[in-house]
């Protein structure tokens, strides 16, 4: 790692938190350093590390790489990297996960070809002990239709493949919230708010870790709580921007959780009844 102050700016910043990584972060720095698309600077930020993360990292000789140092705090250390980031775009990456070698090749061409996508994102290879070879997550690809209606049915956009119009971060004035275990979710749903456009490479362009250190396992019930809780803003703000027309909605939606907070019916239950009228009504509702 080098330090250079008078560098070109880069046409794509990686940004990746990395705390106590030693185990795998080599693996992560050097698919990044073995992209076909070469013109990125990797911005890892320290998130309070104690083990030897800082070393690994102080060992590579290369420019492109710079590294910031935070308490230990990870949506800080996010948005740290993200304000840092001098790149068009922002590629996020997790200190555990293995880039494809065109990865940044290829969402920078889908970018560039269509200048209306906010948000890049990809499919993923899982991998990891006893995880069978070819187990690929992604459902939908293309450009994604209606963002908020999909993002009630669960998160499509996989945290780490995205690449995002920094542009368009900086003018909305973006941040990672402090929403436990699920601030993929909360920064999607408002970019969806403010009318980005979402689009799913169905390429696995990603190497997915799955180790029982993880967040998701973990924190399984707090992740499912705070994601629930981003549904209801959700619900909230769609209800609300079409309350005017359709009052009989919110009208519906407060029957519901009163149901739910009486155990008559469940959060699933309460969210599968009104994505049936919302996506039954969408070419009439404002969705964003």
Same mark, same amino acid.
């Given at each position: 790692?080098? /330090?250079? #102050?008078?560098?070109?700016?880069?046409?794509?910043?990686?940004?990746?938190?990395?705390? #106590?990584a030693a185990m795998y972060i080599r693996d992560a720095i050097d698919s990044i350093m073995c992209q076909s698309f070469t013109d990125f600077e990797c911005i890892i930020v320290d998130d309070g590390s104690t083990d030897t993360t800082c070393d690994i990292i102080r060992?590579?000789?290369?420019?492109?790489?710079?590294?910031?140092?935070?308490?230990?705090?990870?949506?800080?250390?996010?948005?740290?990297?993200?304000?840092?980031?001098?790149?068009?775009?922002?590629?996020?990456?997790?200190?555990?996960?293995?880039?494809?070698?065109?990865?940044?090749?290829? *969402?920078?061409?889908?970018?560039?070809?269509?200048?209306?996508? &906010?948000? @890049?994102?990809?499919?993923?290879?899982?991998?990891?002990?006893?995880?069978?070879?070819? #187990?690929?997550?992604?459902?939908?690809?293309?450009? =994604?239709?209606?963002?908020?209606?999909?993002?009630?049915?669960?998160?499509?956009?996989?945290?780490?493949?995205?690449? =995002? !119009?920094?542009?368009?971060?900086?003018?909305?004035?973006?941040?990672? /919230?402090?929403?436990?275990?699920?601030?993929?979710?909360?920064?999607?749903?408002?970019?969806?708010? +403010?009318?980005? =456009?979402?689009?799913?490479?169905?390429?696995?362009?990603?190497?997915?870790?799955?180790?029982?250190? *993880?967040?998701?396992? *973990?924190?399984?019930? /707090?992740?499912?709580?705070?994601?629930? *809780?981003? +549904?209801?803003?959700?619900?909230?703000?769609?209800?609300?921007?079409?309350?005017?027309?359709?009052?009989?909605?919110?009208? @519906?939606?407060?029957?519901?959780?009163?149901? !739910?907070?009486?155990?008559?019916?469940?959060?699933?239950?309460? +969210? !599968?009844?009104?994505?049936?009228?919302?996506? &039954? #009504?969408?070419?009439?509702?404002?969705?964003?």
């Amino acid at each position: 790692m080098t /330090e250079d #102050n008078n560098k070109q700016t880069p046409t794509i910043s990686i940004v990746m938190p990395a705390y #106590n990584a030693a185990m795998y972060i080599r693996d992560a720095i050097d698919s990044i350093m073995c992209q076909s698309f070469t013109d990125f600077e990797c911005i890892i930020v320290d998130d309070g590390s104690t083990d030897t993360t800082c070393d690994i990292i102080r060992a590579y000789n290369d420019k492109r790489i710079v590294l910031l140092k935070n308490r230990h705090d990870f949506i800080a250390s996010l948005n740290l990297g993200m304000d840092a980031a001098q790149g068009k775009y922002i590629a996020r990456m997790d200190a555990d996960d293995i880039m494809h070698p065109d990865r940044l090749k290829i *969402q920078h061409a889908i970018m560039e070809a269509e200048q209306s996508i &906010t948000v @890049c994102g990809t499919w993923m290879q899982h991998f990891g002990k006893d995880i069978p070879p070819g #187990n690929i997550a992604g459902s939908i690809s293309g450009l =994604v239709e209606y963002p908020l209606l999909q993002f009630l049915k669960g998160n499509f956009m996989f945290h780490p493949t995205a690449l =995002v !119009q920094k542009d368009f971060w900086k003018e909305n004035h973006l941040q990672y /919230e402090n929403y436990a275990s699920a601030e993929d979710m909360k920064l999607w749903t408002e970019i969806a708010k +403010l009318g980005g =456009v979402f689009y799913i490479e169905n390429q696995p362009l990603l190497y997915y870790r799955i180790s029982e250190t *993880q967040v998701t396992n *973990q924190k399984r019930n /707090e992740q499912k709580a705070t994601t629930e *809780q981003i +549904l209801l803003e959700t619900l909230n703000w769609l209800l609300d921007r079409n309350k005017d027309n359709y009052p009989e909605f919110e009208e @519906c939606f407060n029957v519901l959780i009163k149901l !739910q907070e009486k155990e008559l019916i469940s959060f699933s239950g309460m +969210l !599968q009844i009104l994505q049936k009228i919302l996506i &039954t #009504n969408k070419n009439k509702l404002e969705l964003a």
